[in-house]
């Protein structure tokens, strides 16, 4: 939840996919843990990948986020 938080912040607006493509830049890790992007890429995703793509990257961080079990429940 504060991930989600931090990421519609950073998107400074109510654009979904500006917040998709925070919590992509936020969450997205190789199989070692370290981040794949930062926040200087954002215009790089935007410009260099084909949209489709980029949809189907944002859409996969946010159902991974939603199938994660909380710890508490």
Same mark, same amino acid.
């Given at each position: 939840?504060?991930?989600?938080?931090?990421?519609q912040?950073? $998107? @400074?607006?109510? *654009?979904? !996919?500006?917040?998709? +493509?925070?919590?992509?830049? $936020? @969450?997205?890790? *190789?199989? !070692?843990g370290?981040? +794949?992007?930062?926040?200087?890429?954002?215009?790089?995703?935007? !410009?260099?990948?084909?949209?489709?793509?980029?949809?189907t990257?944002?859409?996969?961080v946010?159902?991974?986020?939603?199938e994660?079990?909380?710890?508490?429940?």
């Amino acid at each position: 939840m504060a991930e989600r938080e931090r990421a519609q912040k950073q $998107a @400074k607006s109510n *654009d979904a !996919n500006a917040f998709a +493509l925070q919590l992509l830049i $936020a @969450k997205a890790q *190789d199989e !070692n843990g370290r981040k +794949l992007f930062s926040a200087g890429e954002i215009d790089v995703l935007k !410009n260099e990948v084909k949209d489709s793509d980029l949809q189907t990257l944002m859409l996969a961080v946010i159902n991974s986020e939603e199938e994660t079990p909380d710890p508490k429940s």
